[in-house]
């Protein structure tokens, strides 16, 4: 169980174009889900924290009309880099932390996706 | 302010040695804790977490961590590396304003044959 998935796993685009990147939580319903960057051999960097139904909140030098996130629904959380630059280039992960199906309670864990590759040319 | 200290940047051990990752944290109530590990071009997969109880915690991959207040660390263990664990590792902390995890820098771990 607590399995997150992400699409999709690389995208390469030209610079001005913007990327949707799609984080699912397939077992269990994601009440919070959290969007994080990584630059290589450094460790993650939260970006927002994305609540279904609600606007997401973001850390302190996220641009909010660069990195649009949606969490319409329990499963669903989408980030979209608009207008990328080759700055933007970098590993997108997200996670998700709810309930787990169950019954049982992953309450206060954090469950990752395997991240997406963006690379702006 | 919370935060996660991983002092060791990168380890390098034997095949079949024993292994021990540091962490310490920085946290003013009672922490959570968490260690995860990545391989490269991954995602993060939870090793095991301490919440309450118990402070010697067992996690997949026959590692385990020990949960030490006086020392504010948990440290992971393992009794014998295997090639394939390999990987970055990572400590965190649950921040319960906001759900938010604060992480370590990581530890990169290589295994020598």
């Known amino acids: 169980g607590a399995v997150v998935s992400q699409h999709p796993s690389r995208v390469i685009c030209k610079s001005g174009t913007s990327v949707k990147i799609e984080c699912r939580s397939l077992?269990?319903?994601?009440?919070?889900m959290f969007w994080y960057r990584q630059f290589p051999k450094q460790s993650l960097m939260l970006m927002a924290t994305s609540n279904e139904g609600s606007k997401a909140t973001y850390e302190q030098g996220v641009e909010k009309d660069k990195f649009l996130i949606n969490h319409a629904s329990l499963t669903l959380s989408t980030l979209t880099v608009t207008s990328a630059h080759p700055e933007d280039s970098s590993f997108y992960i997200c996670?998700?932390?709810?309930?787990?199906?169950?019954?049982?309670?992953?309450?206060?864990?954090?469950?990752f996706g395997p991240g997406t590759r963006l690379t702006v040319l | 302010a919370q935060s996660v200290t991983q002092p060791d940047i990168h380890i390098t051990v034997s095949e079949g040695a024993s292994l021990e990752l540091r962490c310490n944290y920085s946290?003013?109530?009672?922490?959570?804790l968490f260690w995860y590990v990545q391989s490269p071009g991954q995602g993060l997969q939870l090793l095991l977490k301490?919440?309450?109880?118990?402070?010697l915690v067992q996690g997949i991959k026959g590692f385990e961590a020990e949960f030490k207040r006086s020392q504010s660390s948990f440290n992971l263990r393992k009794p014998s590396v295997h090639w394939s664990d390999a990987a970055e590792y990572f400590c965190a902390v649950y921040y319960n304003q906001g759900g938010k995890l604060i992480f370590g820098q990581g530890t990169e771990l290589s295994v020598k044959p």
């Open positions: 077992d269990f319903q994601a009440t919070t």
């Open positions: 946290y003013g109530a009672t922490p959570y």
């Open positions: 301490y919440f309450s109880g118990d402070t």
């Open positions: 996670s998700a932390h709810g309930t787990s199906g169950g019954g049982s309670s992953s309450t206060d864990t954090q469950y």
